[in-house]
């Protein structure tokens, strides 16, 4: 079955710091790939997603995620964290052609100023 | 906001009751779902829509009753909860059906539901 493992739960950071939230993934088909960011008291919204092509891709907000299929990764970075990115990011998965999406347990991100 | 509208945003009731969940969306979307989320944990998926047919049940217990009367709406109808179903309940769309799974979902805010 597929699962989705986010090994940070909290991460804390000062603003101006470098973020890194780690996502894998157990399947060995063809998968669409997400980032989703919850913010405290709001609906999931989308960051990015990776389909095909440059593994490298870029979402909003300054965040970017890259798909190392050999690692079966897509970590989530951003150079330069703000205040307001304090939320819980959740990354999410779901095998080529099936619309069941598998969420990971998600990471709380609090960004002190 | 959010493009998806459910309504109630908070729903207390009793486990001998029956009342229903509503969701909306006017982007034209043919594919529906519903999620359950506990505290501190990540959305779980129930049940999938697909162009008006149901197309996914995660094994979710028959006091869950889903129902899409048309393209743009979907409810979920509730009867005989127990307590551990208290959750928020997501509602999420996405542009077509089943060969449609690299199109992101978009998510309502919820409903916040309790058992007594």
């Known amino acids: 079955a597929q699962s989705v493992s986010q090994h940070n739960h909290h991460v804390i950071l000062s603003e101006a710091a470098s973020l890194e939230l780690g996502c894998n993934y157990s399947y060995g088909g063809t998968v669409n790939l997400f980032w989703y960011v919850q913010y405290p008291g709001q609906h999931l919204q989308l960051l990015l997603k990776?389909?095909?092509?440059?593994?490298l891709v870029k979402g909003i907000k300054g965040f970017e995620a890259e798909f190392i299929k050999s690692k079966f990764s897509f970590n989530l970075r951003k150079p330069s964290v703000q205040w307001s990115d304090t939320a819980e990011y959740f990354c999410a998965v779901n095998a080529n052609g099936f619309q069941k999406l598998v969420f990971g347990t998600g990471t709380r991100l609090l960004v002190s100023p | 906001d959010t493009e998806v509208t459910q309504t109630p945003k908070h729903l207390v009731m009793g486990m001998t009751n029956k009342k229903s969940l509503k969701c909306e969306q006017h982007?034209?979307?043919?594919?529906m779902y519903w999620y359950k989320q506990k505290a501190k944990k990540p959305p779980e998926l129930m049940f999938v829509y697909s162009y008006e047919k149901l197309s996914i049940n995660e094994s979710v217990p028959s006091r869950f009753s889903p129902e899409c009367p048309n393209s743009s709406l979907l409810n979920l109808h509730l009867h005989a909860l127990q307590p551990e179903d208290s959750a928020l309940y997501l509602c999420?769309?996405?542009?077509?059906?089943?060969?449609?799974?690299?199109?992101?979902?978009?998510f309502g805010d919820g409903t916040r539901l309790s058992i007594l």
């Open positions: 999420a769309s996405s542009p077509s059906g089943q060969g449609g799974s690299n199109q992101p979902q978009h």
């Open positions: 990776y389909f095909s092509g440059d593994p």
């Open positions: 982007m034209g979307h043919r594919a």
